[in-house]
């Protein structure tokens, strides 16, 4: 590169940025208008390989990587005729830089590049976690700032300070708790695979726990002991509660007893999402922070869109949670965040940008 420092580049209001999204096992495409009151969603389109990894019980990077190269045209296709667009409409192009897995990161990113090359737009890489929270921005029009997002997905729970989904300023986001072992959505997938469920574990879980007793047995809350209380405030931890659902399995199997499989799925459901919504509003209410929103895949789960509910209202606290449909990975989120961005004033992403498996949290943008 040369020394000439490029120019920062503002979007206006009306301007479309288009989103790309294959961290994981979903391809996703989006569309979103920048307005006054944020992003607004266009028009989008997924395609997913979760079928493709359902046998081996979680997802096989190979397959996945394989999957999105197969998949990125025609989803870009469907998203254009979705939003109703065309490519002399897009002012932008989105891409998740990471976190997720290499090879499937690789694949958005090439097609990224070359779309807004060849339509000679600025490229703009993102965090893929701030766009399972900026999702809800589509829905809900901006957020104030600051506010505590809890991100639950397939390789992430964290307690997050959110002042700018934009990126802007030291503190744009700032990581206050994290899992100190698997993510909520890992805990669903391990204990769906364990109870020979399928991937992606959390629907079938979710569908099934409504037949059973959230109250049956009683499981592990992960990191709610005393001495929990000074050193992991705001952490989480779902292992022992996935080895303590094993152990239950076990010992009935050894005992010639028949589990109940939707009283394990409510009960075990029950302490996720009993943790998550009490450790949430705790950290709301001592920080001060009026604003609570979820999101990411697990925030999908029907308990925990409840108790949360709930629990936030009898705390003061307002709480917003997108939609089923884009709390899961998709192009829309990453649309959004672009959005953000692009509305706030950015200087695009080199095309050099690489994949980064471990982008943390904090940075809105990559490269
Ligand atoms: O955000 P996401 O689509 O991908 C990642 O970034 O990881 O989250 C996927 C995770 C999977 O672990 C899946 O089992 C979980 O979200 N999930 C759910 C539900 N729907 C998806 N967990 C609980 N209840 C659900 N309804
Ligand atoms: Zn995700």
Redesign the pocket.
Known sequence: MGAAAQATITLPVGAVVMGVES??D?TGVGFVRITDDGPELVGHALASSADEHARFGGVVPEIASRAHLQALLPTVHRAFEAAGLAPADVSAVAVTAGPGLAGSLMVGLAAAKAYASAWAVPLIGVN?LAG?VAADTLEHGLLPSPALALLV???HTQLLKVSSLAGVGPEAIVELGTTIDDAA??A??KVARLLGLGY????V??RLAADGDPLAIDFPRGLTRARDETDHRYDFSFSGLKTAVARYVESQQAAGVEISVPDVCASFQEAVADVLTAKTVRAATELGIETVVIA???A??GRLRALATERCAAAGLTLRIPRIGLC??NGAMIAAVGAHVAAAGFVPSDPSVGADPGLPVELVRAG
């Open positions: 961290s994981c979903e893929h399972h997905s397939g390789g959505g890992e669903y997938d992606p574990g959390g629907p879980i979710d990411g895949g697990v999908a789960n899961t990975d």
